[in-house]
């Protein structure tokens, strides 16, 4: 780890510190090597005061002592018939896993409870099908996990419910997870699935909108792997019931979760709820930080050197773009309102946001506004990036004549002997 990915890091504790976050660990992954490493990834949580609860799937476990015993299951995740044999393996099974993962929990010095905080109904008849003692969510004893929660204490959840007469249903723990994640308000949902999960899934993006979850499971889910989908649809509607952010990772790569919290980008698939990239105003607050944003660049002669004293003189002018609520990169639009001219300047992208169209965004975004203030000529001055800016905003070379008289004099002064680039705006 580098001084920036520690600086990285910083910038998200304070944002989380006193948050919930719901693991949701599917049953594969509990078995897998690397589960080790995920209770140490949660011990680091815990380390910075975000409270977690963990919701445990166990169709691998409930599928291993189902053929140990010799006992033909009717269905394994929860989400069809569940006969009597078949809740019998999955309450024993679903158990010892549970009080593997406390046993885990308590070996990297979190205090974990296991609690029957799901009180389940039975699914019913479905399409003339009795499904027996498969359950579904009534309800969630939030308070129960609260008081834990304030103690420090890991709720471990497994996939079974109860109803008010003491009767056991099978639960299916995505759809648990949802409900958990709701109740409490949590910040975030993360599912962690099996690396075979995502053998076959290529076509996920590493973002996505409600709406785009919707359409991407329309186009994929004949050919999708079944658990992906489970998934998907309830990231979607985990961020529908109000949870800002829902995450699909790899539970078999090491560190995956870290990553994924951590990182601007993360690891994973993440499907969000509300506005995830903005364009905005920069405020006198914010002239630090895109000082910082554009240092590198100032000493690699790419953008000029500007002072505090420069933006704040013109901080009308300057722009930035805020990947869920960080600022990855700027702009500034320099209006000559008496030549109907305007300068596009300090276009910048930090080094971890590149080649993801966010210059090409700014962009378009200051020409939208150029278009609205009556301007009919875009320039730039560039020493480095004339390329990217012909290739990518369409400008054209041109003498510094072209420029306005007042920036002119500025251009020669500057000794920077940058290309002027030139674009006419069609209204």
């Excluded at 072209?402 to 940058?418: D, F, H, T, V």
Aim: glycine letters at 8%; aromatic letters at 8%; a neutral charge.
């Amino acid at each position: 780890m580098n001084v920036s990915d520690l600086r990285e890091i910083l910038q998200y504790v304070p944002r989380f510190r006193g948050r919930t976050f719901v693991i949701a660990v599917d049953g594969a992954v509990a078995a897998s090597k690397n589960f080790s490493n995920i209770l140490l990834d949660l011990a680091v949580l815990r380390s910075l005061s975000i409270r977690t609860v963990v919701v445990h799937g166990a169709s691998w476990q409930i599928e291993e002592l189902a053929r140990s015993r010799g006992i033909a299951l009717s269905n394994a995740d929860g989400t069809g018939v569940s006969d009597a044999s078949t809740l019998q393996v999955s309450i024993d099974a679903a158990i010892r896993l549970t009080n593997e993962i406390m046993e885990g929990l308590s070996a990297v010095d979190l205090r974990a409870a296991y609690l029957n905080a799901i009180i389940a109904h039975p699914a019913g008849i479905l399409g003339g099908t009795d499904y027996q003692f498969t359950g579904k969510v009534e309800r969630v004893d939030t308070k129960a996990l609260k008081l834990l929660l304030e103690e420090g204490i890991v709720p471990v959840i497994p996939p079974l419910g109860f109803d008010g007469e003491g009767r056991t249903y099978r639960v299916n723990s995505d759809n648990i997870a949802v409900e958990v994640a709701e109740a409490l308000q949590a910040a975030k949902l993360i599912f962690l699935t099996p690396s075979t999960t995502f053998s076959n899934a290529s076509w996920m993006p590493r973002l996505l909108s409600i709406g785009e979850t919707d359409d991407l499971l329309k186009k994929h889910r004949p050919a999708a792997e079944v658990g992906l989908v489970s998934k998907l649809e309830c990231a979607a509607r985990a961020c529908k019931q109000g949870v800002w952010r829902a995450h699909l990772l790899d539970g078999g790569i090491n560190e995956a979760l870290l990553t994924e919290i951590f990182s601007h980008e993360g690891f994973g698939t993440m499907v969000y709820s509300n506005e995830y990239q903005q364009v905005r105003r920069i405020f006198k607050k914010d002239v630090r930080g895109v000082m910082a944003l554009i240092r590198q660049s100032v000493q690699s002669e790419e953008l000029m050197r500007r002072t505090r004293n420069d933006i704040l003189e013109h901080i009308e002018d300057y722009w930035v773009l805020e990947v869920d609520r960080l600022p990855v990169a700027c702009v500034a639009l320099h209006v000559y309102a008496e030549e109907k001219s305007g300068e596009l300047a300090c276009l910048y992208v930090s080094k971890t946001h590149e080649n993801q169209g966010y210059g090409s965004k700014l962009m378009a975004f200051i020409e939208n506004l150029a278009k609205e203030k009556g301007l009919t000529t875009l320039f730039a001055l560039s020493t480095q990036a004339f390329m990217y800016l012909q290739q990518k905003g369409g400008y054209t070379e041109a003498p510094p004549e072209r420029m306005p008289a007042a920036r002119l004099e500025k251009y020669q002064m500057s000794g920077r002997n940058s290309k002027v680039l030139v674009k006419q705006l069609a209204h």
